[in-house]
């Protein structure tokens, strides 16, 4: 059985065709909470490790032209075929009744019940692509009554042209450094000057354009390329930061970091980085977003603490658009807030609006952290963050972002 970066590397490389025929199910259990719950983790861990070796056992005995099988996390597992929709939707139908039997023990019955999405490749359409459509089939089954497994239908859009092109081209673009590296100014509020700069990744690509870092890391996240696209973003970033001359030897860099690469060699590699460029670690800040932080908040709270004790700083980034905010600025050692940019126009809105982000400034101040502002475009609401005490801000009011040469001038002329 494959391990799950193995299986999308293999679907990363693969490329939809006439002769190229290929379905992936996606098997989940889906009532292993309920048995965790009741019977602990440790017999749900058994019990999925039975599942797997039944899974593993009916694809090389029972499937004709199997590519691989893999664990996904959690409950699920996949199973790739050389074959077409039908093929797919037979051995559905059997895994569905071999995972209806009994995975308890003689004395301990344990009856489990199995969901699948299953999604067949349509023309020119990438793995990852493939991958994901039927992780949503999956997600329609464990919700519905009767029927136990759903094909997701293929439907050929430009944003499925685009994201096919994308994925088939990320990797070569991160070994060969076509992806380059904006410098969103920070400012700060009180006075306007010139703080520092949020680094922003860019890849100008010759048939689909600029392309922006949210749709480079949803590509990433699909070919699982997630780690060495931000180890090359933060590199690059960090090594330009490296050669700004000393008039701007006060100004500090922002970089992102996802939570997933928040790994026990983290910290080491990106000291180990930090020290090859010269680049002092007290003019780092790590901003990571709500969303990438949900898993594991305890995970991530150790090693940033590991971070902070090189004088690393740490900010929140998107403030407001996730679901476990407060939690987050409770449990985890933070040194800035960034308020998220849908929420700055808030500041000159309704009585409300103003309301919930004041209450949003004053409890990050009580809370001894900085805050900055993104997408501040007008002046009065400049003027309101400043009666609000805000420390920072970055928009289009002072500055877009800036290519690493003209963010140089622009900052030389700020100083």
């Known amino acids: 059985m494959l391990r799950q970066r193995a299986a999308r590397e293999w679907l990363a490389q693969y490329r939809a065709g006439p002769q190229r025929p290929l379905s992936v199910l996606v098997i989940g259990i889906r009532d292993l909470k309920q048995i965790n719950d009741r019977l602990g983790r440790a017999d749900g861990d058994v019990l999925i490790r039975k599942v797997g070796n039944a899974i593993r056992q009916f694809a090389s005995t ?19 075929i050389g074959a077409h929709r039908e093929a797919a939707e037979s051995c559905a139908e059997q895994l569905i009744m071999l995972l209806s039997g009994d995975f308890g023990s003689d004395t301990a019955p344990l009856h489990i019940s199995a969901r699948i999405g299953i999604a067949s490749a349509g023309a020119n359409e990438s793995g990852p692509e493939l991958l994901d459509r039927a992780g949503q089939a999956l997600s329609l089954a464990y919700g519905r009554k009767g029927k136990r497994f759903i094909v997701a239908e293929f439907q050929r ?8 092109a994308l994925d088939a081209n990320l990797r070569d673009a991160i070994d060969n450094h076509k992806i380059t590296i904006m410098l969103q100014p920070q400012f700060a509020v009180a006075d306007g000057h010139l703080v520092g700069a949020e680094a922003l990744a ?12 949210a749709a480079l890391f949803a ?28 008039a701007l030897d006060s100004l500090r860099l922002s970089v992102n970091l996802g939570a997933e690469e928040l790994t026990s060699d983290y910290v080491a590699r990106l000291m180990a980085l930090l020290k090859i460029s010269e680049f002092p670690p007290d003019r780092l800040t790590l901003e990571l977003t709500e969303e990438s932080l949900v ?12 971070l902070r004790a090189q004088k ?77 005490e805000c420390d920072y801000f970055q928009g289009f009011l002072r500055s877009p972002a800036l290519s690493a040469a003209d963010f140089e001038k622009f900052a030389l002329r700020s100083n």
């Open 295 to 306: 898993r594991d908040v305890k995970l991530a709270s150790a090693i940033l603490d590991q």
């Open 312 to 388: 690393i700083r740490i900010a929140l980034d998107d403030f407001g658009t996730g679901y476990s905010s407060l939690a987050y600025l409770k449990d985890l050692p933070l040194d800035y807030l960034k308020i998220d940019k849908g929420m700055t126009p808030d500041i000159s809105g309704t009585s409300r609006d103003r309301i919930v982000l004041r209450a949003i400034i004053a409890m990050a101040k009580a809370l001894g952290l900085m805050i900055i502002a993104e997408g501040v475009e007008k002046e009065d609401e400049l003027t309101m963050l400043r009666a609000e």
């Open 202 to 213: 860019r890849w100008h690509h010759p048939n689909l354009g600029e392309i922006g870092a």
């Open 157 to 164: 859009t430009a944003t499925t042209e685009f994201n096919a």
């Open 219 to 246: 590509a990433a996240d699909r070919c699982d390329l997630r780690e060495e696209l931000s180890h090359a973003i933060q590199q690059q970033a960090i090594n330009i930061a490296s050669h700004w001359p000393a």
């Open 62 to 80: 029972e499937i004709a032209h199997v590519k691989f099988v893999a664990r996904l996390p959690g409950r699920e597992f996949l199973i790739a």
